[in-house]
């Protein structure tokens, strides 16, 4: 804190600081005869030790963790790969139901959707309701559109 005139009271000062406490960057405070400049910084110091103590956790991590990591993403792009196959498949179905295609054709892309939908079940990339509801409403729509 800084006091560039004599002349301030350190019972004003102190209320000046209250009002201003938890917020992070210089004010200048300005009164009848004097002028002070206040800095104060955020939060508490056991909110600054906390932060310092996650810098260092990140900083040590284990091997395994770190293959963990990799082994997510891998797995995590693989089945992105996989459900948008699933979905290009489910639109290629729609759009052979609006340009009224012929059953037969509409038929065999029905069952290689479910066939990958099946896969993607038994791989976990889907769960087991959620391809038992994809199945039901595809084949509910060819049904209503024949």
Known sequence: MEKKA???APNEIRKMKNIFCRCMSLYELKGR?????IKIQDGTMAD?????????????????????DLQ?????????????SVS???????????KKEEPAK???QLREIHSIVDKGVKRGIYKLNKGSRTKSRLSARCA???
């Open 88 to 98: 290009t498949a489910i639109k290629a179905l729609e759009t052979a139901l609006e």
């Open 106 to 108: 509409i038929q065999s």
């Open 72 to 84: 997510g993403e891998k797995r995590r792009l693989r089945n992105r790969s996989f459900r948008s």
């Open 33 to 37: 005869d004097y002028s002070i400049v």
């Open 48 to 68: 600054q030790k906390a932060t310092e103590k996650k810098a260092e956790e990140k900083k040590t991590r284990r091997p395994s963790a770190l293959k963990r």
């Open 6 to 8: 004599a002349t301030a």
């Open 144 to 146: 209503k559109a024949q």
